[in-house]
């Protein structure tokens, strides 16, 4: 049996695709995933997404909004 935590930080996906790992002492383990641009992906091996009901996103943009898709096998 492996536990993991409900709470998925960004920057410990299992692929980062198209952003870049930046540091700031406010950023739980000093680190968050920025420069997102569109085409971005992380992609996280070994969680049931089936099993989900809801999915809370923490976000902050320097510029006009965006979408988070969240897809379940491939990033298309």
């Given at each position: 049996?492996?536990?993991?935590?409900r709470t998925l930080q960004a920057?410990?996906?299992d692929k980062i695709h198209d952003?870049?790992?930046?540091?700031?002492?406010?950023?739980?383990?000093?680190?968050?995933?920025?420069?997102?641009?569109?085409?971005?992906?992380?992609?996280?091996?070994?969680?049931?997404?089936?099993?989900?009901?809801?999915?809370?996103?923490?976000?902050?943009?320097?510029?006009?909004?965006?979408?988070?898709?969240?897809?379940?096998?491939?990033?298309?």
């Amino acid at each position: 049996i492996e536990l993991r935590s409900r709470t998925l930080q960004a920057e410990s996906a299992d692929k980062i695709h198209d952003m870049q790992m930046l540091g700031s002492h406010s950023a739980e383990n000093g680190k968050f995933c920025g420069a997102i641009n569109h085409g971005s992906y992380l992609r996280v091996d070994r969680v049931p997404m089936t099993q989900f009901n809801s999915i809370v996103a923490s976000v902050a943009s320097a510029g006009a909004g965006g979408k988070i898709e969240v897809r379940l096998n491939a990033p298309d």
